[in-house]
């Protein structure tokens, strides 16, 4: 939301909440903490079977104890909504397109983007195809949830809601299963693949061949970063792959400048998410990192990997795992124990790890038997089709047919709804439609006939796997029950969207790895186009099949690394992505492993925690030497001189790695702002290591020329020149005169900015909601990935890896882990941002997992009765 209609809608109780702190500071905190759920002593939870018991460590980190599966689900929501609620509702209200109804007209374009993907519409049908067993789970969650909200209305629930008289209002509507289900939706929105790329290329097309526009996205390179499965073992396939760039009409361009200027204004969607969009920046990605493409504005991506026992200290495997997400506060996971106090067909859990508020069960952990670990496949899984449009038709295979439409009301605080008009063709939603007709509604002017006489009209429609409904609730259920191998790829079978690279480890010494996911197989073309919609040519065939998916069992390595890379060999015959990270991070990961094997003998959990840790940059390694070489003035060489003896670690302090990002910043917009379209700029991710690796080889490129200096024609070494020049003076205004002097965590800080009121410009609210800053070492495509926007004003942090865990088979108890912030939602609570030192500092806490574990670290106890 812009800023001056959130002030608009808090300024009156910032002033009220600013004179009460002037002249009743004691009240205001009273106020403010009265929301605080109650951790110990005894409360009725009506639907329980027996009473739960519900123990927390001295983090306030939740482990629930039942005897039955239904007691257990109905517990963690009653658990969920005491920390968590107000951010389960501002979910269901963003997957819905309800925000407006909270924060204003400002949001009606967001809604709209989200009421013509339909994605609450599309839960609604997915809930009948779940099992009658899961949707038995969704529905003792959602009871535990009302049961907490029957006794907790407004500034008992949240502060949110005592704040939300400008907002929220204070009695929330009872929680359902759809709302857990619409969720899932805006994971797989954020985790969705090439979509920007798709619109990037086309509107790069309009100044560049395609040729040129080709160098921008350079292919994989098997032939010096290993992709996931390897293995001679692996499982084979037999597709052919299909070429093709379609021709398209004229209007295509303007088409997708319109869904570009849609995307970029309804930034908020998905998990890094919030109503200033949270920090995400413009490619986003979710749970498992390197999705909207493993370059990105944030430079997102994520880490898992896995070792066997033959090169582990305790003979047995130890795992790995760390999402890179947009930074929120408070944190997208909260950690979770669920046990069945007796295993029984019937009570199958024992299990703990990272979850989603607002969904039962656990995302990424273990139980008892198994750990897995989830990292961003990056299928492409969305296709753009060009459209011609007339009126409420559409032209497919020669023929007119009807577009189907409905109409959809969003309500607006303080204002008549808006009504809007939805179309979609046989391929999906009109993208092309929202941005204008939000526009003319907002304004009440007539909508009249779209299409122009005599002609056929250009629009955008998107496919995509998220907007057929599926079954990837289902999916976690089973993992978290899974007890083997071959359970665990039953259920990853169920995962379909979003696709995602699983490894997979178990008590009994086993490792492996999963490919996931509902991706299509297209008719013609590659994906990485526009295509048209008006012929079947370009159709999907159906999907790629679950036992045709990488898959392996053990490798003769002894361990598996995934970190966005690509998946399978070139020679793999099905094509699931054109844009996995290049290799760069995954490589990393593998060198350390091979060292501390080769050097240790064995790996333990202090070597897995210090790789998580590691911010060795390998694009500096690369482009160092040429820096190094080159003639700069007497100023500038004295910065030049730091990249001597540096080690390309980028840690908080360090000077040399302040500089190069600079550097690297500056060679980037010199280089390739002159000739690309301010939206395609570049994010200074993996990708673009990659494309000025290769250029770094043709000192005499176009691209290092700067088409707008006509008289001069510059060449690379020219070009790295001024980005130092231009370095230097910028460090030397914002830091120190003396290079010596210069830290990389001055210029690269992380700000937790709370998703609703955390971006007001009100001090009091953001004071209360929002921490930091933290200086932090890292950086973009290091294995400690805080991502930072390139094409941004600054270097501050856009992506973080959102928690870390290690997961020792041979003792669960001796596993470690650590979320980004806290388990609690409450900003008076002292579990908020407990875990961020820790986080900060690369540190981990002790993960109990064992009822005696659990009983022995526990600092409260709730006991939830019948």
Same mark, same amino acid.
């Given at each position: ?71 257990? @689900? ?15 509702? @501002? ?38 195809? =779940? ?92 032939? &010096? ?22 021709? =398209? ?125 989830? #990292? ?49 063709? &046989? ?35 998107? &496919?995509?796997?998220? =907007? ?138 202090? #070597? ?109 070494? #020219? ?12 460090? #030397? ?31 009091p609210l953001e004071r209360l909601f929002n921490r930091g800053p933290y200086e932090v070492a890292g950086g973009s495509d290091a294995v400690l990935a805080t991502g930072w926007d390139a094409a941004g004003e600054d270097y501050s942090v856009t992506s973080v890896p959102s928690m870390r865990m290690v997961v020792d088979l041979a003792d669960l108890d001796r596993s470690r882990w650590i979320n980004l912030t806290g388990v609690s939602g409450h900003p008076s609570s002292p579990h908020y941002n407990d875990q961020i030192e ?29």
């Amino acid at each position: 939301m812009r800023r001056p209609l959130l002030t608009r809608l808090v300024l009156g109780l910032a002033i009220i909440l600013v004179f009460a702190l002037v002249a009743s500071a004691g009240a205001v905190i009273v106020s403010v903490r009265r929301s605080l759920p109650t951790y110990d002593g005894r409360a009725a939870l009506p639907g329980l079977t027996a009473k739960v018991d519900v123990r927390r460590d001295t983090l306030g980190v939740p482990q629930i104890y039942a005897d039955s599966s239904e007691d257990l @689900f109905r517990a963690q929501g009653y658990v969920h909504a005491q920390d968590r609620f107000f951010e389960m509702d @501002f979910r269901r209200h963003l997957t819905a397109g309800r925000l407006a109804e909270w924060f204003g007209r400002d949001l009606v374009e967001t809604d709209a983007l989200v009421r013509t993907l339909g994605w609450r519409r599309v839960a609604e049908r997915e809930f009948p195809l =779940l099992s009658v067993q899961t949707r038995g789970y969704l529905n003792a969650y959602a009871d535990g949830v009302n049961a907490y909200l029957a006794e907790h209305s407004g500034s008992r629930l949240s502060v949110e809601y005592t704040l939300g008289r400008l907002g929220p209002g204070e009695r929330p509507e009872a929680w359902t299963p759809v709302d857990s289900l619409a969720w899932l939706k805006a994971m797989a929105w954020d985790l969705r693949a090439n979509l920007d790329d798709e619109i990037d290329r086309a509107l790069a097309s309009t100044k560049l061949s395609p040729p040129r526009v080709g160098e921008l996205y350079p292919a994989y390179p098997f032939d &010096r970063h290993t992709p996931i499965v390897a293995d001679r073992r692996a499982t084979p396939a037999s597709v052919a792959r299909s070429p093709g760039r379609a021709a =398209l009409p004229a209007g295509t361009a303007d088409a997708l400048r319109r869904v570009r200027e849609l995307l970029d204004a309804s930034a908020p969607l998905g998990v890094g998410g919030g109503i200033e969009g949270g920090g995400r920046g413009r490619d986003g990605e979710g749970i498992g990192g390197g999705g909207a493409g493993a370059d990105g504005r944030s430079g997102l991506g994520s880490n898992s990997w896995v070792i066997a026992g033959k090169h582990t200290s305790t003979g047995k495997p130890l795992l790995a795992n760390d999402p890179h997400l947009a930074p929120t506060m408070p944190s997208v996971w909260h950690q979770t124990g669920l046990h069945c106090r007796q295993l029984s067909p019937t009570c199958r859990f024992d299990v703990a790890g990272f979850g989603f508020a607002g969904v039962p069960g656990v995302v990424i952990g273990h139980n008892h038997q198994i750990a897995w670990g989830f #990292t961003n496949l990056g299928a492409d899984v969305m296709d753009l089709y060009v459209e011609r449009l007339d009126g409420n038709t559409y032209m497919y295979d020669g023929e007119r047919e009807p577009l189907s439409t409905r109409r959809e009301l969003i309500g607006v605080k303080g204002e008549e709804p808006v009504g809007i008009e939805v179309r979609a063709t &046989r391929h999906g939603p009109l993208l092309s439609d929202v941005h204008d007709r939000v526009r003319r509604a907002m304004s009440r002017s007539a909508t009249g006939e779209e299409a122009r006489k005599g002609g056929w009209q250009t629009g955008v429609s998107l &496919r995509w796997t998220a =907007l057929e409904p599926g079954r990837t609730a289902e999916a976690i259920f089973r993992l978290n029950a899974a007890r083997d191998w071959t359970q665990f790829r039953s259920a990853a079978e169920l995962l379909e969207v979003p696709a995602q690279n699983l490894v997979y480890a178990d008590v009994d010494g086993h490792i492996g790895y999963q490919a996931p996911g509902r991706i299509p197989v297209r008719r013609e073309g590659t994906g990485e186009w526009a295509v048209p919609g008006w012929t079947t040519r370009y159709e999907w065939d159906g999907w790629v099949p679950f036992d045709k998916l990488p898959s392996v069992l053990d490798p003769e390595q002894g361990y598996l690394v995934t970190a966005n890379q690509s998946v399978a060999p070139a020679s793999y015959p099905y094509r699931l992505t054109d844009r996995p990270a290049y290799g760069y991070r995954s490589d990393r990961i593998g060198d350390l492993i091979r060292t501390a094997i080769k050097k240790q003998g064995k790996v333990d959990t202090a #070597t897995m925690l210090r790789i998580q840790a590691d911010t060795y940059n390998a694009n500096a390694a690369f482009l160092v030497p040429y820096l190094q070489k080159v003639k700069v003035d007497g100023f500038t060489a004295q910065a030049q001189e730091l990249f001597a003896g540096w080690d390309f670690r980028q840690g908080a302090d360090s000077a040399p790695a302040a500089y190069f990002n600079a550097v690297w910043r500056h060679l980037l917009a010199l280089t390739f702002r002159d000739e690309i379209p301010q939206g395609a700029w570049p994010g200074g991710g993996d990708r673009w290591y990659e494309v000025v690796r290769r250029l770094a080889t043709q000192p005499d490129s176009p691209w290092w020329d700067d088409v707008r200096t006509k008289k001069v024609r510059e060449d690379r070494d #020219t070009m790295l020149a001024k980005a130092m020049v231009r370095a230097r003076a910028e460090l #030397t205004k914002d830091l120190a005169k003396d290079p010596t002097r210069w830290r990389w965590g001055k210029l690269h800080q992380l700000e937790l900015v709370n998703s609703s009121f955390g971006s007001s410009g009100i001090g009091p609210l953001e004071r209360l909601f929002n921490r930091g800053p933290y200086e932090v070492a890292g950086g973009s495509d290091a294995v400690l990935a805080t991502g930072w926007d390139a094409a941004g004003e600054d270097y501050s942090v856009t992506s973080v890896p959102s928690m870390r865990m290690v997961v020792d088979l041979a003792d669960l108890d001796r596993s470690r882990w650590i979320n980004l912030t806290g388990v609690s939602g409450h900003p008076s609570s002292p579990h908020y941002n407990d875990q961020i030192e820790e986080w900060v500092g690369g540190k981990t806490v002790p993960w109990a997992f064992t009822r005696r574990a659990v009983t022995k670290a526990a600092g409260y106890h709730l006991v939830l009765a019948p």
